[in-house]
Structure formats: C-alpha cells, structure tokens
C-alpha cells in the first residue's frame, strides 16, 4: 500500500470524509501533519500545494489535491491503482 500523508486539523469535516473514503478503499495508516496545532506546517503545506485549505492529500509523492478531488479520482477508478503500487 502507497503512503497516504494528508495536511488536516482537529475540526475539518471533510478532513474526516476523506479518511472514511481511504480506510474503506484499504488505507490503514494515514500520516496526519495537524496544521492547527503547528502554523509552520500550514506554511509548509501552502508552499508545496499551493493551497490553503485542508485536506491536502499526498499518495506517494503526487499531490491529489482535497477532498473533492479524492472522491473524484475514486468515482472515475483511478484511486485504487495508485494507493497499490
């Protein structure tokens, strides 16, 4: 299984959509980086995305994008290929 990373906070419901949509595709680790609890990390993550808005969702390397992305690439079956390698 790739390694999902995904830029969150404590209180984003899509945050929590996202995880339910990886766990239920075989996820069984997600490294959160809790950009409430650290602002670097949002600094970090708006420097590599480009985004201010969570979630980010890394698989592997390439950068997915948020929530509505995620669910995109699995409604159109691209997202199981990428999260096996």
């Not at 990886?22 to 680790?29: M, Q």
């Not at 995305?49 to 698989?59: A, C, F, K, L």
Request: charge should be negative; aromatic fraction near 6%.
């Amino acid at each position: 299984m790739s390694k999902v990373t995904m830029y969150t906070t404590g209180f984003c419901p899509y945050c929590k959509m996202a995880e339910k949509l990886l766990r239920s595709r075989g996820v069984e680790k997600i490294e959160e980086i809790r950009i409430d609890l650290d602002p670097e990390q949002r600094n970090e993550m708006m420097g590599k995305t480009g985004r201010r808005t969570v979630p980010q969702i890394y698989i592997g390397e390439k950068h997915i994008g948020g929530y509505d992305d995620l669910a995109r690439l699995d409604h159109e079956g691209e997202l199981v290929p990428l999260l096996v390698p």
